[in-house]
């Protein structure tokens, strides 16, 4: 176990781990992103852990990997949640149809993960498209010009 998991963390040394500020952490959690807000009176410090600090990297690495409004990326980590929470339902059903009706929520979540996906997919290969357009243009023009 690191040391980071053994003891809490403010959010300055958060903020520090994840590559962000302090500001988008409050930010983060303001808007649901980040659970553990409502946990702590108004005023009063909260102390983060191992997996808060987790949940921000994963946060980051969605919001620049996949360029995500947040409500898309609240609705991709609402769905991943879930999935955590099946996993653990899941481990402790013994009954088939307990785990076929687990199984069969999950596939519900990863269905919402990869429409987002998908969606973003098709919008970064509609502008590469038209970014190949523009080069095919560019180069014409040029070889007119040379020509």
């Known amino acids: ?18 590559g962000t500020t302090p500001r988008t952490i409050r930010y983060y959690e303001e808007i649901g992103l980040l659970p553990g ?5 108004q005023g009063r410090h909260r102390s983060y852990t ?10 980051i690495r969605l919001r620049d990997l996949l360029g995500l409004s947040l409500d898309q990326l609240s609705e991709l980590l609402e769905a991943e949640t879930a999935r955590a929470e099946l996993r653990k339902e899941f ?6 149809a307990t785990q076929r009706r687990i199984l069969d929520q999950a596939l519900v979540h990863i269905e919402t993960q990869l429409s987002l996906v998908r969606e973003r997919r ?14 095919k ?3 014409k023009r040029r070889s007119e010009l040379e020509g």
């Open 1 to 18: 176990m690191s040391a980071v998991a053994t003891k809490a963390l403010r959010i300055g040394e958060v903020a520090e781990l994840t």
């Open 37 to 41: 807000a409502v946990d702590r009176a």
């Open 50 to 59: 191992e997996a808060d600090v987790e949940r921000v990297r994963e946060i």
């Open 91 to 96: 481990a402790e059903a013994h009954d088939p």
């Open 122 to 135: 098709r919008e970064l290969e509609k502008l590469e498209r038209e970014l190949v357009d523009k080069r």
């Open 137 to 139: 243009a560019v180069q």
